[in-house]
């Protein structure tokens, strides 16, 4: 475990009050992780941590967890801090994540074709047909949706 990494550590155990029984062993960790995610206090501490964090795919997951967590202003900032081997799929999802948000607070895009709705995956795709009024939307996914499961939540919201 690098310096860095475990004075990250020290600083969440301090700051959610949560102590890791192993800090080297990435499980424990997580759960730590996990805690702070919770806390808007410790966020900053666990960007910190992240960027230390010597197992990609632990910190590419708290990464994950944390886009829906913060402000979409914030999101970019932690995409960076993964290693660019590990980026490529938090970096889509910060898209999507603006696109969902986009779509829930008014029509953010205007044509809803089968060539946008490619684009999206099956996950932006069916958070839409579940979180976004729109008859405009939910009428091009219940038509174009990826799979069944897609197309049959959109229909079920059309009504």
């Known amino acids: 475990m690098s310096p860095a990494l475990?004075?990250?550590?020290?600083?969440?155990?301090?700051?959610?009050?949560?102590?890791?029984l192993d800090p080297a062993n990435?499980?424990?960790?997580?759960?730590?992780?996990?805690?702070?995610?919770a806390s808007d206090a410790a966020r900053p501490a666990l960007l910190a941590a992240v960027v230390a964090e010597t197992?990609?795919?632990?910190?590419?997951?708290?990464?994950?967890?944390?886009?829906?967590?913060?402000?979409?202003t914030e999101r970019d900032a932690w995409v960076q801090a993964l290693t660019p081997a590990v980026r490529a799929f938090s970096a889509r999802r910060t898209l999507e994540l603006g696109i969902l948000e986009d779509l829930r607070s008014g029509p953010g895009v205007r044509e809803f074709g089968p060539e946008l709705i490619d684009g999206w995956s099956d996950w932006l795709q069916l958070r839409i047909a579940t979180e976004?009024?729109?008859?405009?939307?939910?009428?091009?996914?219940?038509?174009s949706g990826r799979t069944k499961r897609i197309r049959r939540a959109?229909?079920?919201?059309l009504g």
């Open 6 to 20: 475990r004075d990250a550590v020290r600083r969440l155990e301090a700051l959610t009050g949560t102590g890791v």
């Open 26 to 37: 990435g499980h424990s960790r997580w759960e730590l992780y996990r805690v702070a995610l």
């Open 55 to 72: 197992d990609a795919a632990l910190a590419s997951g708290v990464v994950g967890e944390a886009l829906e967590r913060v402000p979409r």
């Open 132 to 143: 976004v009024s729109d008859p405009s939307v939910l009428r091009a996914l219940a038509e």
């Open 154 to 157: 959109a229909s079920v919201a």
